[in-house]
């Protein structure tokens, strides 16, 4: 008899404690997945914020726009895993459709809805780029980390030159005067690709 009780305690206190720990991650889960990563931009905020960033791409949309609609979640996926990049590379929005915000659509030449512009320090006029490449996240946040990589690196080993299959050797040639071997003066030989002068 008394186990049996004990038994009924035990189920009756996991029938509690479950569901609440059930429940915390649900709501963990839907605080995570509520929140939005990317800025909401318009007329009264967009000049001041795209100041502020030396980097920041913004999509000009339409509410009432299919293309729009359809670019909204992979653009909110991408900026999720673009807020984690350092530096960090800001996505933003702005409603390009609303009367407010015309001036800003027309100071950037936004003609179709969605435009994804690219804005460097500070959003002036000759650093803008517009992005015309895949619209789902995972080609985004590729090519937004490249855009914002260094042009050039060290090169410190051999295995921190491998550009996709292609590559180039580089050969020593014998010093004409003394027949040493000199750094100085390489010959680029050709290989798979890569063009020497």
Known sequence: MAS????????????VIVPSFAGASA???????????VLTLDHSNFF???????????DFYAPWCYWSKKLAPEYEKAASVLSLYDPRITLAKVDASEEKNQGIARKFKIQGYPTIKILRNGGNHYHTQEYYGPRDADDFVAYLIKERSPASGEIKSTEDFNIEDRYIEMIHEKDNNNGTSSPDMFNWKQVKGFKSN
């Open 27 to 37: 709501s963990e889960n839907e605080d995570s997945q509520s929140k939005e990563f």
């Open 4 to 15: 049996r009780l004990w038994i009924w305690s035990f189920v009756f206190v996991l029938s």
């Open 48 to 58: 001041e914020i795209v100041a502020k960033h030396d980097f920041i791409v913004v």
